[in-house]
């Protein structure tokens, strides 16, 4: 009798999750969380450098954007992006399922709240969580969060009833894989570029087409500001006064502003221009509209370019003026920026003014080169990965280099497929095989 009721005891004491409708529900609302975070995660650490500008943009909207040097903020980006992924990847595989959940629920108990407020009082257009992958509304992100915040809730209640897809024994093994995967994703888009590349100056894209507005949609308006300097005194100035003053010598332009004025159909690309700094000449239609090929460095901040390719640079222009190709230098930075730079480089070629926003959307890289033939993105490149003399012998149009590159999206998807999840299916593969011949031989001993 005492076993008995020791027996039933225990199976009231069973937990409801162990019914197979909650089971399944926890199961799900784990894969809901899990291939969020997983997403989330990835595409923050293809785009380190865009993470960074984002979260300088939430420093910028609390007051604090001069509070953490840059190097700390890249770190930052790092750290959230894999911290997201291995999460993800955890709760995916159920390891640590406990510490896991809990890690999960606290996410998003500090980020719903935060996203609340993003949506209420709108600092930022667009709160991050996907990059530029997938851009949701500040509202849309507080209700996505919302849902995954109860899902949260619901797996922290019962978290041993997500079943495993590894054993406890080989864990490890996941845990460090996952890690140095994507670390080593995330040095590697800083080194070289992203591998997928999300924004509307994808190599393909026809910048032309993409500053297109279809008929009948409300155009949107723009204005650009230039701060001008004089005498160590700055002034914000707009379009027609800086038109008026830019002859004069006495005034030296230090950057330029682009806001938008009024909504209306925003196409994907919306800012991209060249005015030549020296002649005050707008270059746009000129550049995009040449059939030719163009070469376009970029540097947001020539006082913070990097400098260890600068022959390599003065190569590429060289080249680009045997051949008769255009050259030019884009920068949000003033003259004397501009002036430091020449001296610096020996460039001597025209630089034009771009907004800073738009540079830093081109190519994640300072500097970084790009290449258009016909108002098109043909290639680019980091200036860590710059084409030297030897691949310069020759036209573009004989060259692979004139050309779009062979590795298409479809070919990048493989091979992280490749590298990461099949090794993760083998060994999923291998630890169920070894844990199901352990269970027969256990049963064997039991007969």
């Given amino acids: 009798m005492e076993g008995d009721q020791s027996s039933n005891e225990k199976t009231q004491a069973k937990p409801p999750f162990l019914g197979k409708g909650m089971g399944v ?26 993470t960074q500008y984002k979260i300088n943009d939430y420093l910028t909207a609390w007051g604090m954007g001069q509070w953490l040097p840059d190097l700390v903020t890249l770190g930052l980006s790092v750290a959230l992006s894999a911290t997201e992924f291995c999460l993800g990847i955890f709760l ?15 996410i998003l108990v500090v980020m719903t709240p935060l996203t609340l407020w993003l949506a209420l009082t709108d600092p930022i257009s667009d709160c991050g969580c996907f990059g530029d992958a997938i851009v949701l509304t500040n ?39 996952t890690a140095l995967f994507i670390l080593a994703i995330s040095v590697w888009s800083l080194y070289y570029l992203p591998q997928f590349d999300f924004r509307p100056y994808h190599i393909g894209a026809n910048i032309p087409k993409g500053m297109e507005i279809p008929e009948g949609e409300e155009q949107p308006r723009f204005e650009t500001t230039y701060v001008m300097e004089r005498n160590g005194q700055r002034q914000e100035m707009s379009e027609a006064e ?5 002859e004069d010598s006495t005034w030296t332009c230090v950057e330029t502003k682009t806001r938008q004025t009024s909504k209306g159909y925003v196409p994907p690309i919306h800012d991209f221009s060249l005015t030549e700094m020296e002649t005050g000449d707008d270059l746009t239609d000129m550049v995009l509209s040449d059939p030719g090929y163009t070469f376009l460095l970029i540097s947001p901040h020539l006082e913070h370019a990097d400098d260890s390719q600068l022959d390599r640079i003065n190569q590429i222009y060289e080249y680009s003026r045997e051949q008769g190709y255009q050259f030019y230098g884009m920068t949000a930075s003033g003259e004397t920026a501009v002036a430091q730079w020449r001296d610096m480089t020996g460039a001597e070629y025209p630089f034009c003014n771009t907004d800073e926003i738009t540079l830093k959307t081109i190519i994640r890289s300072n500097p970084g080169l790009v290449l258009l033939k016909g108002g098109t993105v043909i290639r680019k490149w980091s200036h860590n990965d710059l084409p030297d003399e030897e691949q310069l012998t020759a036209p573009l149009e004989r060259q692979p280099l004139g050309h779009m590159p062979e590795d298409t999206a479809a070919s990048k998807i493989a091979t992280i497929l490749l590298w990461f999840v099949l090794p993760l299916m083998l060994l999923t593969i291998a630890d169920r095989t070894w844990m199901w011949t352990r269970w027969v031989r256990k049963r064997k001993k039991e007969k």
């Fill in 92 to 106: 995916l595989f159920a390891i640590r399922r406990r510490f896991t959940s809990r890690a999960i629920l606290a």
């Fill in 242 to 246: 800086y038109m008026k003053v830019w």
């Fill in 139 to 177: 509202w849309q992100t507080f209700w996505k969060n919302v849902v995954l915040l109860l899902a949260a809730i619901v797996v922290v209640r019962r978290p041993m009833a997500m079943f495993r897809f590894v054993s406890e024994s080989n864990q490890w093994i996941v845990i460090n894989y």
């Fill in 25 to 50: 529900g926890i199961n799900i609302c784990r894969l809901v969380l899990a291939l969020t975070f997983i997403l989330s995660g990835f595409v923050k650490a293809v785009d380190p450098l865009g």
